[in-house]
């Protein structure tokens, strides 16, 4: 049975991320904003960043921001600098594995966030069960910043005791980058933690997440929530 939740997480979900206090560096590039001293983000700077982007999200996020009119695209670049939105970027599943999941919650007319967990098992000696858990937060049905934590582990035979996963960032908000933490393997779970950085001061100070993922041979939970 799957369970969602808008704006709070119980803490009986999965453990906190220890050690946020350092942040390992990046295990791929984050887009940067055009102007880390800027008052504001602006549509002419945001058209500009994405502009300037290089990576298949950013060229579809702007042909998207393009085909907008005028006054949605000032809603978007509001919404993009609005630390409550970030913040409110939350996450909660949990499903038997090989059972896809996917969840829209609103948090106003035109900003949603979309939780999504996919899992299976391998044909191989160990039948390695995969779970991919991603929460996306979208501004006029445009994706703006997806956080994914993917875990493999072992559900038969004599494999490995320990579940390896990998996280990942896909963000095209110019008005922070998203920095992970390192990743952490416990068991049959991971857990890693992502550091929204401002770089307009109209957001504010930086928000902290910690995603999880724990599973078992026949199940499977995890969670997107805030620290501190």
């Given amino acids: 049975m799957l369970t969602s939740t808008t704006g709070r997480l119980t803490t009986a979900a999965i453990a906190t991320v220890a050690g946020l206090a350092v942040l390992a560096p990046a295990a791929q590039a984050v887009e940067q904003a055009p102007a880390k001293s800027a008052a504001k983000l602006t549509v002419a700077a945001y058209t500009k960043y994405l502009k300037t982007q290089k990576t298949p999200a950013a060229q579809q996020t702007l042909k998207r921001f393009l085909s907008l009119s005028r006054g949605q695209q000032t809603v978007f670049v509001k919404d993009l600098q609005d630390?409550?939105?970030?913040?409110?970027?939350?996450?909660?599943?949990?499903?038997?594995?090989?059972?896809?999941?996917?969840?829209?919650?609103?948090?106003?007319?035109?900003?949603?966030?979309?939780?999504?967990?996919?899992?299976?098992?391998?044909?191989?000696?160990?039948?390695?069960?995969?779970?991919?858990?991603?929460?996306?937060?979208?501004?006029?049905?445009?994706?703006?910043?997806?956080?994914?934590?993917?875990?493999?582990?072992?559900?038969?035979?004599?494999?490995?005791?320990?579940?390896?996963?990998?996280?990942?960032?896909?963000?095209?908000?110019?008005?922070?980058?998203?920095?992970?933490?390192?990743?952490?393997?416990?068991?049959?779970?991971?857990?890693?933690?992502?550091?929204?950085?401002?770089?307009?001061?109209?957001?504010?100070?930086?928000?902290?997440?910690a995603q999880t993922v724990s599973g078992t041979k026949t199940s499977y939970k995890a969670a997107l929530k805030n620290l501190g």
């Fill in 83 to 209: 630390r409550r939105i970030y913040k409110a970027l939350l996450g909660k599943v949990a499903a038997p594995v090989g059972k896809p999941v996917s969840i829209t919650d609103e948090y106003n007319k035109e900003v949603r966030f979309v939780t999504k967990a996919s899992s299976s098992v391998a044909k191989d000696k160990n039948r390695t069960a995969t779970v991919r858990f991603t929460v996306t937060q979208e501004i006029f049905r445009i994706p703006v910043t997806s956080e994914t934590l993917t875990v493999s582990y072992p559900t038969a035979g004599k494999g490995p005791k320990q579940a390896k996963a990998s996280a990942k960032v896909t963000n095209v908000n110019a008005a922070i980058a998203v920095k992970p933490g390192r990743v952490t393997v416990k068991g049959f779970g991971a857990s890693t933690s992502w550091a929204a950085v401002p770089q307009v001061k109209s957001f504010g100070k930086p928000v902290y997440k």
